[in-house]
């Protein structure tokens, strides 16, 4: 079995390193994980203004959820359709789950339209 990173697998599916993000969410997305998947969407529709938002300059979200101190655990990838800030009377978020309990609207943030990406094999090259 040949080892590889997490960043040598995007590079062998032609994903753009420049335009990606490599999230590991705290327990609050550990949480939504394990409660259900609609539940974390909602959670990762919403993320922090400014420069500290995780998604400054991304195409592609990969997100991941902590597995102990060290560890994390890949769960899904998301393209970034759109992103606005986040009064509470404005649209919600495509991914937006009207039955998850809301902490969002309480600090401000940014809402970010999403679709789940899958990882797709490169297109077979031939030989050189």
């Known amino acids: 079995m040949t080892d590889f990173t997490f960043n040598e697998l ?12 490599i999230i590991r969410h705290d327990w ?3 949480e939504s994980w394990r409660h259900s998947r609609v539940r974390f969407e909602h959670f990762v529709s919403y993320q922090r203004t400014g ?10 979200v990969f997100q991941f959820v902590p597995t102990g101190s060290t560890g994390a655990l890949f769960v899904g990838a998301h393209k970034i359709l759109d992103e606005w800030p986040s009064p509470p009377e404005f ?5 937006y789950d009207p039955t ?8 401000e943030h ?3 339209d999403l679709a ?8 077979w090259q031939g030989p050189d």
């Open 51 to 60: 420069s500290n938002t995780p998604y400054r300059g991304a195409e592609i």
């Open 91 to 95: 649209r919600q978020p495509r991914l």
């Open 10 to 21: 995007l590079d062998r599916r032609d994903v753009d390193l420049h335009t990606s993000r």
């Open 116 to 123: 789940l990406r899958t990882l797709r094999r490169p297109r």
């Open 100 to 107: 998850t309990e809301h902490d969002e609207d309480d600090w």
């Open 110 to 112: 940014l809402r970010y």
């Open 28 to 30: 609050r997305g550990l």
